[in-house]
């Protein structure tokens, strides 16, 4: 009923830029919380910023300054724009979307899908 499709990531040195994007599509009816997510290899997934409908946003401290998270609400997309990139963020970045959709008997329901994972990786 819903899906997500992630794209912009790579490989990129050390105090560069990527910026990902994940859009989601489908039958929605209202996004609430749309976020960004990361997994390093041996680590637990951990938050990186989260925007509500409202505009409001929370970064992780460790990215508070470099990364942006903002959204499109008219292409139901969400955007985080990566700056000054360390070694240290080297991950699978996911993006996680809390919505209101339609489910496949028809009636709303809220759930929350995650996209399907798109790595960055930044060398030094």
């Known amino acids: 009923q819903v899906q997500l499709v992630e794209s912009g990531g790579g490989l990129v040195q050390a105090g560069g830029s990527l910026r990902l994007s994940c859009a989601a599509s489908?039958?929605?009816?209202?996004?609430?919380?749309m976020g960004w997510y990361r997994q390093a290899p041996g680590k637990q997934r951990e938050l990186v910023a989260t925007?509500?409908?409202?505009?409001?946003?929370n970064h992780a401290d460790s990215v508070k300054g470099r990364f942006t998270i903002y959204r499109e609400s008219a292409k139901n997309t969400v955007y985080l724009q990566m700056n000054s990139l360390k070694p240290e963020d080297t991950a699978v970045y996911y993006c996680?979307?809390?919505?209101?959709?339609?489910?496949?008997?028809?009636?709303?329901?809220?759930?929350?899908?995650w996209g399907q994972g798109t790595q960055v990786t930044v060398s030094s």
């Open positions: 996680n979307v809390n919505l209101w959709y339609r489910n496949s008997n028809g009636y709303r329901t809220q759930g929350a899908y």
């Open positions: 489908g039958s929605i009816f209202s996004i609430n919380v």
């Open positions: 925007i509500a409908a409202s505009g409001s946003t």
